[in-house]
């Protein structure tokens, strides 16, 4: 399976950005992909979760700004982000598990994407 993100940028703070990932190979394989943020000297965390029965899960940091979803063909996962604030700025990384419930950790996830830089400025 390969992920490839894509929608990073630059945005002043209170504006919204669309990240996509891509998936390709076996994606029959794939039931849960979550979003992944890191900023520079941070652990990873988990930002949006998202099974392939359409459950989710989200950061209380993000809950009611940023939203999750897949395509039909489940091959496509978004990210939308709105009201994005300077903390929001990382890289952010699409992954993929073949677990079907939500999973938090990012030991979970067999697949990542490269990332894609977001940058908000105040």
């Known amino acids: 399976v390969q992920l490839v993100e894509s929608g990073g940028g630059l945005v002043q703070a209170g504006g919204s950005l669309r990240l996509s990932c891509a998936a390709s190979g076996s994606i029959d394989e794939i039931n849960t992909m979550g979003w992944y943020r890191q900023a520079p000297g941070k652990e990873r965390e988990l930002v949006a979760a998202?099974?392939?029965?359409?459950?989710?899960l989200y950061d209380d940091s993000v809950k009611g700004r940023f939203t999750a979803s897949r395509n039909n063909a489940k091959d496509t996962l978004y990210l939308q982000m709105n009201s994005l604030k300077p903390q929001d700025t990382a890289m952010y990384y699409c992954?993929?598990?073949?677990?079907?419930?939500?999973?938090?950790?990012?030991?979970?996830?067999?697949?990542w994407g490269q990332g894609t830089q977001v940058t908000v400025s105040s």
């Open positions: 998202i099974t392939s029965g359409g459950h989710t």
């Open positions: 992954a993929a598990s073949l677990e079907t419930l939500v999973v938090v950790s990012y030991r979970g996830y067999e697949y």
